[in-house]
């Protein structure tokens, strides 16, 4: 199995996403959605009320893919259940709506006979991803004021997770 497609294979650029447009009403709609790899949106102590917030932010419009979201946000955790215990609210503030679609394309011997091409080329859904804004914040930690510097270190460690780039407010 060939696994994930670079980022870069995939439409950058923030806008709408595209609709097919059909004289049949049931070729227009994505069918299938592929189940989100995020597990958990809150985590930590649910209950209590803090302080501190600390947010890791983006710096330019991005797409994040859902994968990249979910290992962001267990390695937040990891780190935090170290440095702080059970004394933090994480929150990850973007859900993946976007579904990326690929056009698979066969290749070798006697594959021109297997194929359309690019003819019909709305392709499958193989993921999904979070069409995030510039200086919008991705995932938020709670914690108390003494414990602002750790939580800094924690997002910090899941920056190389996601693509772009980020900032710590």
């Not at 958990?40 to 979201?69: C, S, T």
């Amino acid at each position: 199995m060939a696994g994930l497609r670079k980022g870069k294979c995939y439409n950058t650029k923030h806008k709408r996403a595209y609709t097919r447009r059909s004289k049949y009403k049931g070729k227009g709609y994505i069918k299938a959605v592929p189940p989100n790899k995020i597990v958990k949106y809150d985590q930590g102590n649910l209950k209590k009320e803090f302080e501190g917030m600390v947010n890791l932010r983006v710096k330019q419009e991005i797409q994040i893919r859902h994968n990249a979201i979910e290992s962001a946000r267990q390695d937040i955790h990891r780190n935090l259940i170290k440095l702080l215990g059970n004394n933090y609210h994480l929150k990850v503030r973007v859900y993946p709506h976007h579904i990326l679609r690929e056009n698979k394309m066969i290749t070798g011997a006697g594959a021109d006979r297997m194929q359309t091409g690019m003819q019909r080329a709305f392709g499958k859904a193989i993921g999904s991803a979070a069409q995030v804004k510039k200086n919008q914040a991705v995932i938020s930690v709670l914690c108390d004021k003494k414990d602002i510097v750790s939580a800094r270190v924690a997002l910090r460690s899941a920056i190389p997770k996601l693509p772009g780039k980020y900032y710590i407010e």
